[in-house]
Every structure is written in C-alpha cells, then in structure tokens.
C-alpha cells in the first residue's frame, strides 16, 4: 500500500508536470518540431548515448573517492548503481534513486542505511557545489538573456553556500558559536529545538568532506568532467538536428538545467523537461523556440530509451530487491 505521504508527492508532481506541458504548447509549434525531429541524422545521436553512459561512470568513479575512507567499494557496482537510481528517479521522480542506493550500500557493504543515505545526498551536494561555481563563473564570460541582477543574485548563493560549507567542514567551533548566537535572537522555542536538531545533523555528515585538498580536487574535477558529458549529450544531439551549438552553452545549459532539478517533476519529467529545456535553450539563450523544444524533446526520447534500458540491465547485474526499495520508498515500515 502506497503511503499517503508518497502518493500525495507523485499526484502533486504529476499535475504539476500536466500544467508545464500545457504552458509549453502555447509556446511552440508541434509541427515544426516534428518536421525538425524526422529529419535528425541517427548517427550522430550514437555519441550521445556513449557519453549517456559516461557520465554515470565518472559519477560512480566519484562516489567510490568519496567513500574510499570509509568502505571499499566496487565501481562497476557503483556504476550500475547509477543505472537503477537513474530508472527509479525516472518514474519515481521523489529521490527514490538516493534511497535506492542507500539501500544497497546497508545490504551489500554493511553500512549504515541512515548514513548512506546522507552520504548519498553529499555526494549529490558536491554535484550542487561545482553547479553553483560552474554557473557563476560562466554567466559572467558567456552572452545570455539574463539581467545583471540575477547573476549577482547566483554568486551571492555561491559565496554564502561555499562560505557556509567550510565552516561547517574546516570551521566547526566558529560555526557553532555563530548559530548559537543566531539562536538566541528566536523566541519559539521548538524553532530552536529544530534547527539545533539539523545543525547537529548537518555538522555530523559535513564530517566526511573534512579531507585534504588533494582528496577534494579530485571530487572536483571528476564532477566537472561529468558535467562536461553531460554537455557533450546535448552539444551531439543539436548536431544531429543539423544546429551546432558552442559547447561552453552546452556546459552551462546542463549547469542550469541540474538547478532545475531541484523543483519537483513529473514521472518520466514530463513537462518539467521540455518547460526547462525551453526556459533555459530559449529564454535564456536566445534560441529559437522551435529549434529549442525540438532538441529538448529529442534529448528527452533518447535519454528515456537510455536510462531504461541501463536500468533494467542494472537491476539485473546488481540483482536489486525493488520490492524492498518500494518499501523504504512508498510504503510504510
């Protein structure tokens, strides 16, 4: 039995997904995104299946750094578990692939299923670090649509964020003294209670990020390659369309569109795929609408045809219980 909790998360998002789709429509002409679609040339799609591929890889390559302290992991059992998160965030769009993967570690490595799953979402934080970085750095060297406002807005998120991250990591009795302080200015108490609460659940999974520079370059620059996939996947399919795009668009379109991720989709991100695809390519780009919504539309047929099938192989490599997954994730204890 679903839970009303998950279910209510999942009829939310797919109304939501229904509601982008309509906004969509009014923006674009079906017809000439078809027209723009059967005349894509299939060869130059299979790069873009191939760095499909990569970018789990160097994610999972990632994931086993990052752990390494901890527990010595397999990468090609990270790397098809990257395939299964892929499948379940797919149609299960409520970070099911997180607890999927944290699931996994608890059974097959022995580790804590509360700590891996925050070392999961750590893992992602990185991801939210060099987005954060990435996109304030090339908003200021690459031409968009954007008002100088919002730029600044995005490096003051990044400053605070990465202020705010070493001091939880490098600087933990500052940091203390800092909220302790702030504490005090709150008059409700169970307001208190709760942020000290996350405060000290933050402080203990920050711990693991405490490494030496070396060790978080490393995290770095593996997650900016994997970035750079990502672009690849979409620079290869604008070839295919017969629209070459500037790569450096690409990498910052993928830096938006992970931003995006954060607001809740759709099962199979429909709607929420072609209105931020749209968003990002045309509002904020400058690209034609059409031409936008025609890549976006491919990316999301082909994407949906990879991460299916890397999907279902992964469960089978990895011989993954869904039904113990869907209890954590959709059902009660």
Known sequence: MFSPKALL????NTLIGIILVFIWLRFVDLKQIIAAI?????????????????SPVIRAWRLKIFLRPIKKLNLPDLIFLNGV????NFFIPIRAGEVAKGVYLNHHYGLSLGKSIVWIFLDRFVDLIVVLIGAAALLLVIPTALHITFIK??????VISLGLTYLMVFQVKLAEKIVFFLMHLIPVRFIKIYIERV????LEAFVILKRPSAYLGKLIILTILAYGADAAIWYFTFLALSSPQEFTKMYLGQLLSALTYLIPAAPGYVGSAEASGLLILSGIFGLDTNLASAMTVLFHIISALFVIIFGLISIYSLKIDLGM??????KRD
């Open 85 to 88: 998160a892929q499948i379940l």
């Open 153 to 158: 807005i995005i490096i003051v998120i990044t």
């Open 199 to 202: 405060f000290n659940f933050f």
């Open 325 to 330: 997954i869907f209890q954590k994730i959709l």
């Open 38 to 54: 059967s005349a894509v040339n299939l060869a130059l799609l299979a790069p873009a299946f191939f760095f499909m591929l990569l």
């Open 9 to 12: 998360k999942i009829i939310i």
